[in-house]
């Protein structure tokens, strides 16, 4: 959700602006710019829709010292050129690029009116060019209009600067939104996240709240709120830029659906060293010890949360499971020892950094679960562990929640003292395996869903958390209404929308329960509906439609996910939609 890049030196700025801007577009956007620094002055280019097209009216011709470029996700204001980011200041002292959103903005432009600016946008982010003008032209200095600018801002921010007449320096700001920077040769760095300066930057290293800087063409200064210089440590991540390419497949998705039965293997690999767990022995006390295990998260990942707090139920712990959202405007906490498990691929998300700060101003103790070293949430935990997915570029996330729910489930036998979880972690690899390897056959079942309007998903227990993630990943890649829902709770009001031929798929994975959905599955049919059933083979009788290898019931998300991942990969692929880059839809939700 909003990409920055920048960067300064002897190198192609305004190819690597463009080329940034490309590799985070996986992030979501609907307008993109840029800003080019020449000897002649700073040119700014805007477009809205597809950074191809800015490609295509940003000269290549320029004389270019420095660059900030950017793309936007609509806040204030539509997707237009005009609300595309660079902004410029009024009298045209500052040009800059923000991530983030200024929850004060309406004050700040009132009192800037009142002082005679006048604006061209409807965005919050001209505010910020204005009031770094307006406090530049009262301190006729640079870093002190910075901070004094800082000072008024309330929200979240990245920012990265240009001013005129200085081609020596990118200025930034952050607080809340993610921002990098980057040492290359000859050339300094910074951007949303480290992926579009891998090939030119040496090493990386996150700004934190409240720090403010810049970079040149051999320095990178970075300032700490109170004004002392930070020292952070900069690190290089194990990726190599091959790693973020297509690699032959036609979209991210599916690349990264195929990807599962190796990141479990890697989690494996990461957590367990043959006779025993590698987590931090503190952790896994932390974790025994807490009174009420409470998971936070969004979307998929709150999906993959559902089936943690199961896990912990198993042990007998009292767990529950909150959506960031939610819980940030009533965080309610009844234990008196709580463990906070924040999940999040991303590690960025707005709305999770917000609990994170609730969770910090009580002190309490916090693991987060992310994909992201070096993110935000990763390093704002008490205790943090890695999924080690590899990057996930599709918007839709799909081998991070097989993480997620492999790595809790490695965690739960930790905590349980045994380690058969890891052999049945690799039946689950076999399993996926066998799932990839026969997907071609969910092709007519997808192009069946494909003409549909409604489809539903059902199933108990795991299988009713299954079902919700199967239907947030139908919905969000083609569009197609959809609900996951509990199968005994249909008649309490949603089988009213039965109607004939509407299409219902079902997950059978345990004993327990095979009767019961059965039963469900019975109801819907007697009123239209056609049932499409996903079961685990030693579950299969004659007329189920979809069947996958057997695994242990609490690990069969793991597998009976990817058939859902597919059927919506390819019901998309049908109705050829972009799908990797959903209408609306953002990778990283950086803002609340
Ligand atoms: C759906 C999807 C989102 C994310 C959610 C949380 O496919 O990707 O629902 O799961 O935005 O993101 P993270 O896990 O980065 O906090």
Sequence with gaps: MCGIVGGIGQFPIRDYLINGLKTLDYRGYDSAGVALAEPEGIRVFRMPGRVQALDEATPRDLHVVLGIGHTRWATHGAPTANNAHPHTSMNGEFVLVHNGVIDNFRHLKNKLEAEGYVFHSETDTEVVANLLEFHYNRLKNVKAAMLAMIEELQGSYALAILKKGD???IYFAKNRSPLVVGHGEGKNLLASDFLPMLKEGKDFAPILDHQYGYITEDTIKIFNEDGSVANPKFTRPDLKIEDIGLQGYPHY?????????AVVRRLIDNYFDGNQFLFDPKLIN???AADDIIFIACGTSYHACLIGRRYMEYLGKRSEVYIASEWAYHPFVSAKNPMFVIVSQSGETADLIRCMEIINSRGAVSLT?????????????TYSLLLFAGVEIAVASTKAYVAQVALLSLLTGAMDDSTAVVSHLYDVIKAENAVIANSESLKPTAKYLSGKKDVFFLGRGTDYD??????????????????????????????????????????????????????NFKEVEARGATVITVVSKSLAKAGDS???????????????????????????LELKVNIDKPRNLAKSVTVE
Excluded: C, W
């Design 286 to 288: 932390k974790l025994k």
């Design 546 to 572: 979809i069947t996958v290898p057997d695994v242990k019931e609490y690990l069969s998300p793991l597998v009976k996910v990817l058939v859902a991942q597919y059927l919506a990969y390819f019901a998309a």
């Design 466 to 519: 299954v079902a919700l993630e199967a239907s947030l990943k139908l919905k969000e890649i083609t569009y197609i209404h959809s609900e996951g829902l509990p199968g005994g709770e249909l008649k309490h009001g949603p089988i009213a929308l039965i109607e004939k031929d509407t299409p219902v798929i079902g997950f059978i994975s345990d004993p327990l329960t095979d009767l019961p959905i059965r039963s």
């Design 167 to 169: 081609l020596k320096h």
């Design 369 to 381: 679960i992310t994909n992201t070293k070096g993110s935000t949430l990763e390093r704002d935990a």
């Design 253 to 261: 998705m599916l690349k990264e659906i195929e990807e599962a039965p």
